[in-house]
């Protein structure tokens, strides 16, 4: 039964329904940013792969506030973003029934990673896809067709998006090959200046740092970790019936009245939890990473040597050689899932927002257990050399011999004192 008494409310909000699996594996942008033609063109969407989490010691900087001044600790989600590369336009036309797609042009080089995503079994197609569309700029006739194209979207289009691929051969840590795909909507400028921003960059990568800033605000849309057919209890968050109820009681005790007979849609029932597609909004980006800088784990006040990578590696994920993003917060999902990172669609100007960040520390140690080092130098300066640096050195047979009569004499003098 739903909610009767302001005392007890409903569990569960209705406005996520239906939880059902989703069809697909990745974000989906639903919504882009307001256009502003006064700003340059830029991408306003790009694509991460989740490694793992971390956290950050900081400055809080609130005036009025009890922490002004104060250290604070902040979990952080680290997400690799490697280029990704632009393959093609779209020019969409504005209807009484929303866009339409007016005209489509696809770049000359395509590469296997992205043409593995039109076809089911790549091992034994015929792999024929985008050979008309390659051969249109190979002769002059095709290139003026494709011009023609170019000059109808100046000419009647009212949003301009290019057509991208993620690069898994950049990610070592990602045995999957084929490529996701994506249209990102360009904003800034008039649609002229658009579509001769997208000519230029057809076939070129195009990086985080070309689309994000330091601090700033954006959106985070990706698919929750699945969890299966699930009961009441786990899946809405219903109260337990007691203890002596027959039949079990991680269940609902009403489901409704006599009339109407059927259940309604708002009772929670059992089913599928998680893998729900989800968009949260207004995360923080507190660093974005050079994949060629050797201390991007280091700050101002911390001068160690490190990356971004904690010892051992990211559990279940690996090592980051990419750029990456550090987000405040938590992002949906498990490791190495396909996470679409949006410039935000609701600005928001609260304080909290507008704080300044100076960051201290970032933690490196590992994340298998409690780890104590935040390098390998400094877990060598404190415990020496180990058996296994010495084996791995391949040192002498007499050093460790040596090390196995010291052992052995130590074990003798604590017998014998006993």
């Not at 689309?211 to 954006?218: A, D, G, H, L």
Request: glycine residues 8%; hydrophobic residues 35%; contains cysteine.
């Amino acid at each position: 039964m739903s909610h009767r008494k302001f005392r007890a409310p409903r569990h569960g909000s209705l406005g996520f329904l239906p939880r059902k699996r989703c069809r697909r594996g990745k974000g989906k942008v639903r919504s882009f940013p307001k256009d502003d033609p006064s700003k340059p063109c830029h991408l306003t969407a790009f694509m991460g792969f989740k490694a793992g989490m971390t956290h950050v010691v900081r400055e809080a900087n609130r005036p009025g506030s009890k922490s002004h001044k104060t250290e604070v600790v902040e979990a952080c989600t680290i997400l690799e973003t490697p280029p990704i590369v632009v393959v093609g336009v779209v020019g969409y036309v504005d209807t009484p029934r929303g866009l339409r797609a007016l005209k489509t042009v696809f770049a000359q080089h395509i590469s296997d990673d992205c043409k593995r995503r039109f076809y089911k079994n790549w091992y034994c197609a015929k792999k024929k896809a985008f050979t008309k569309a390659s051969a249109r700029w190979k002769d002059e006739a095709g290139k003026a067709t494709i011009e023609a194209d170019f000059d109808t979207m100046k000419k009647y289009c009212k949003v301009i998006r290019v057509i991208c691929h993620s690069q898994f051969k950049l990610l070592k840590n990602l045995s999957q090959k084929k490529s996701y795909i994506m249209e990102i909507q360009v904003n800034g400028g008039t649609i002229s200046d658009k579509v001769e921003w997208a000519k230029q960059n057809l076939e070129k990568q195009i990086t985080v740092k070309d689309v994000f800033e330091q601090f700033e605000i954006i959106d985070t849309i990706g698919i929750t970790k699945g969890r299966g057919f699930q009961g009441v209890t786990s899946r809405w968050g219903t109260r337990k019936l007691p203890r002596k109820t027959h039949k079990g009681l991680r269940k609902v005790a009403c489901i409704g009245s006599w009339h109407p007979a059927h259940v309604k849609f708002s009772i929670a029932r059992a089913g599928q939890k998680g893998f729900h597609h989800r968009t949260e909004v207004n995360k923080r980006i507190y660093r974005i990473g050079d994949a060629t800088d050797a201390e991007n784990g280091s700050t101002k006040h911390d001068i160690t040597k490190k990356r971004i990578t904690p010892m051992g590696g990211f559990p279940h994920y690996g090592v980051v050689n990419n750029d990456f993003i550090l987000l405040k917060g938590c992002v949906v999902g498990p490791k190495k899932r396909m996470i679409t990172l949006r410039k935000s669609l609701l600005v928001n100007f609260s304080r909290r927002l507008r704080e300044d960040i100076n960051l201290k520390f970032i933690d490196t140690a590992s994340k298998f257990g409690h780890g104590r080092f935040q390098t390998a130098q400094e877990k060598t300066a404190f415990m020496g050399k180990l058996k296994k640096d010495i084996i791995k050195g391949g040192e002498s047979s007499s050093c460790w011999c040596e090390l196995k009569n010291i052992g052995s004499n130590l074990m003798c003098s604590v017998i014998a004192k006993k």
